[in-house]
């Protein structure tokens, strides 16, 4: 296993403990508003600590990205940790255990090495660039299933009330599939698709600790990762559409504005 995937699971882990403990007693959390349906609590930060504190001491000259504290080091670094230390935060202080935390080093813009960690069921997702993806010590693949009727896929766009963004682009995508799910955690759908138990999945707005870590774990597995059109232009857009071959295909195609 290559040294830095082995720190950043050093550092999952240990992010991974703080968020276990503080899940027994939800009561006694402090939890702020950043936004409308936006939340952040003080394990998102203990454990972004924790994170950031581990891989500064293995690699103290690397940069880090993080949802809470923001950029940490040297813009132009050569290697960047992309981290979010609680993916689901929404679903954690609801004490649903759907939530993760994600860590991800690019080196020169390009993601070399992925973790994502489901805490609660104790699921480790990695990846290294040119060496496969493995949940706990298991080589995975994204899915077979060919057909799209069948397919179940994630989701992670805003609410049916905007129409241009939740509603008409995706209804063909969505009403042809087997189902969606929103299940409040695009870390953990990532790497859902990366072990097939998601076909595919499409989201919006996303930003870069979202689906950095993700996005190797699916490529790693056999995957494909785009934006909308296609294109590679999903981490800078936020726009992401994600699925094994077959599927993603279908999906990318679905979206494509109809001739008349």
């Known amino acids: 296993m290559h040294p830095m995937l082995n720190i950043a699971i050093k550092a999952a882990r240990r992010a991974g403990t703080i968020i276990n403990r503080a899940s027994l007693d939800l009561e006694r959390i402090s939890v702020a508003r950043k936004g409308p349906r936006d939340y952040v609590t003080d394990v998102d930060r203990a454990a972004e600590e924790s994170i950031v504190e581990t891989l500064h001491a293995a690699y103290p000259d690397h940069a880090v990205l993080g949802e809470e504290f ?8 050569e290697f960047q940790w992309i981290i979010d230390p609680l993916d689901g935060t929404t679903n954690f202080i609801h004490g649903l255990p759907n939530y993760a935390v994600s860590i991800a080093l690019t080196q020169r813009g390009q993601v070399t090495q992925a973790v994502v960690y489901d805490p609660s069921r104790n699921e480790l997702f990695t990846a290294s660039r040119g060496s496969g993806t493995f949940l706990n010590d298991r080589r995975v693949r994204v899915s077979s299933r060919t057909r799209y009727a069948e397919a179940l896929l994630g989701a992670h766009w805003p609410r049916s009330g905007d129409a241009d963004a939740g509603g008409g682009r995706f209804r063909q995508m969505t009403e042809n599939c087997s189902g969606v799910r929103r299940m409040g ?8 698709v990366a072990t097939g138990r998601l076909d595919g999945f499409c989201g ?5 600790w979202d689906v950095a870590a993700g996005s190797l774990l699916i490529q ?4 494909l990762v785009a934006d909308l059109d296609g ?7 936020g726009n992401v559409l994600a699925g094994s071959p077959k599927i993603f295909t279908q999906m990318l195609a679905a979206l494509q504005p109809k001739q008349d």
Do not use: H, I
């Open 70 to 77: 923001g950029l940490q080091g040297p813009e132009q670094a």
């Open 185 to 192: 955690s695009t870390v953990l759908d990532l790497a859902y």
């Open 204 to 208: 919006l707005k996303l930003k870069p």
């Open 220 to 223: 790693e597995a056999g995957g």
């Open 231 to 237: 294109e590679q232009e999903w981490m800078d857009s």
